[in-house]
DNA sequence: CTGAAAGCGCTTACAG
DNA sequence: CTGAAAGCGCTTACAG
């Protein structure tokens, strides 16, 4: 075995390196790396000159250590990973703010956290100084990782209402509750009179708020027209097979999200039940899963690119030292043929 | 608007101030940090109190410019994004190497390079000290990010064999050409006798060794029984429905991922054909998608845990300095019902 | 337009 | 076991 260092330590050249082959002092180099002002053309072509000879790339960590900047920005799930790869919603999301970042030059960094000692390492990791804010998509009330980030004072927004937090949270949201009141209202003006719903996790903006919806129009009566699912698909479909027991009479169901709605509609179908004759079904993202059921899901549309435009929008001001604030999306009912 | 600053840039405490609340130097606060070699017991104690009280987290930047190290690596997928959240294969892997750094404390970043805009800001991302190294998944032939990770010198490993590499890339492979030979083999021992094939592309290695082992036994005639797909499900169904045109009497049908045996099972029931009593068909990879189909997909097993271990233990030791060195690892028949 | 110098927040030999 | 000091590779006022 031979000694040898690890190549790149052995080879990376520094600023000075490339101050010395142009001729120049690393003061000028860095101008010339930050956009050249205060440059004369000759310094200039020395310095770009000397870079492509030497191969001279910026060591972020000492830009970092001095502008306290790192370029980089944090998306954040804190959900088993399967859900992400499941749910299309979070590739959506995740589209939008890689492309829109990827316009101010940022990179964007998905980091998973499953477990509850991910999300120790992470809120560590984000905290060290490694990204400069993060995204926050998926979230339950009273998540650790929300307290942590608060504490440390690391920028960042979130996806969706933050339950009980709304006044001290940058967030973006869709209407959750007028897109469920929409559906709900679009059911009963097709005649349907037994109208369940399957809604997600309670300690989520997206399954109290399209709940609240509902009753708004429903009212609170019939407990056994409920239930709950996780957003999985495997959820939806246990809870319209629950439904189904419950209350046999249903003639409609809204679903509060597409993946579940497709589970919904697999359990309908098998237990004999016409989509949209006997149960008209009608979910809630429409996310590309909402075309590939059969029938195709009458649902309601969240703006998806505005979503992860406004996320990056108000995560760049926060960053830049703007006050918290918080967005409302409007959300359109979409008909197609499961209602 | 309050002349403020980033709220990050007020608070946060340095090292100097764990110091001074201890009541030591800033190298004993470092040794704690480090491990808490050579410190005394009260001096230790002192400076946890003084940590904790301070909310202190080490600044990244800081450590990795005398370092050198970051403490993070990067999961570099360059596919379209969809990819990454169709193929079960990427989650798999990603999910194995997530454990794994997680055990030596070290953050997984992953990266969608998906046009040839986001490999270069990845490139400069990834070499500018971002990171340790990187985990390349998918990997087609000619690849610019593999001739720019060398160039730079970062430490990288590729899953697949680099085609046209193999002597300059440390990579980790599952036994393509073997797996093919064994389920083209089986397709024969059932009585097969039109073998079909739907390849992947074939500038990569899952592409052109499982073509060369289905070669191995099926011979190389029959350019109709040949027809090559890109992974996706929706190019596994129209590579079938060509097969089915230019060799109607095929009678199995070995697809070389499970993702488009998927697509190929539902072209083939829409055409009329039986799986497996008309058409029998075999898949590779043995992912989720293996037993969600109806039938339940007769398969190749990649060992995906094994895997990810390999990619991260080899990364790590190239990180240390090691040489370059490739591992294949070994594939095995799993027969369900497809065949 | 340009250079010399201070400083970002750490780690790590080196003395003691 | 502990502190003082050098140095990691940059940026940015400050003079000129």
């Known amino acids: 075995m031979t000694v040898t260092e690890p190549s790149r330590l052995r080879s ?29 053309r000759q310094a200039l072509a020395a310095v770009e000159r000397a870079i492509s000879k ?57 980091t998973v956290a499953a477990t ?12 060290a100084g490694h990204v400069d804010g993060a995204l926050l998509v998926s979230n339950h009330q009273g998540s650790p990782l929300i307290a942590e980030l608060k504490e440390r004072g690391l920028p960042f927004v979130v996806c969706g209402r933050p339950l009980g937090q709304e006044r001290d949270v940058t967030y973006v949201a869709s209407d959750d509750r007028d897109g469920a009141r929409q559906m709900t209202e679009y059911l009963r003006s097709t005649g349907r009179r037994r109208i369940a719903i399957i809604t997600g996790p309670l ?19 019939d407990p056994e027209l409920i239930a709950t699912g996780d957003y999985t698909r ?17 003639d409609a169901v809204f679903v509060c999200s597409d993946l579940m709605a497709a589970g919904a509609i697999t359990t309908l179908q098998r237990a004999g039940r016409r989509v949209p004759e006997d149960v008209a079904v009608g979910g809630f993202d429409d996310n590309n899963i909402a ?21 990056v929008r108000l995560l760049l001001a926060h960053i830049d030292g703007a006050e918290h604030s918080a967005v409302i999306l409007p959300t359109d009912l979409v008909v197609r043929d499961s209602a």
Chains 1, 2 share one sequence.
């Open 12 to 40: 990376r050249p520094t600023m000075d390196d490339v101050a010395a082959v142009a001729g120049v002092s690393r003061g000028t180099v860095s101008r010339v790396l930050n956009g050249g002002h205060n440059v004369s």
């Open 54 to 110: 030497t191969g001279y790339v910026v060591n972020q960590h000492a830009r970092s250590l001095v502008t306290q900047r790192s370029g980089s920005v944090a998306f954040i799930l804190s959900e088993p990973q399967d859900r992400l790869f499941e749910d299309p919603n979070f590739n959506n999301l995740l589209r939008g703010c890689t492309q829109v970042l990827a316009g101010h030059d940022i990179t964007l960094l998905l």
């Open 116 to 127: 509850g000692e991910d999300r120790q390492r992470i809120g560590r990791w984000v905290t």
């Open 203 to 221: 300690d989520t903006p997206g399954g109290v708020d399209r709940l609240a919806g509902y009753r708004d129009i429903a009212g609170h009566g």
């Open 234 to 250: 495997a959820s939806g479909e246990a809870a319209m097979a629950r439904l189904l027991t419950q209350a046999p009479d249903l």
């Open 291 to 311: 075309t590939t059921t059969k029938p195709m899901l009458t649902t309601i549309r969240q703006p998806w690119a505005r979503q992860s435009a406004e996320m």
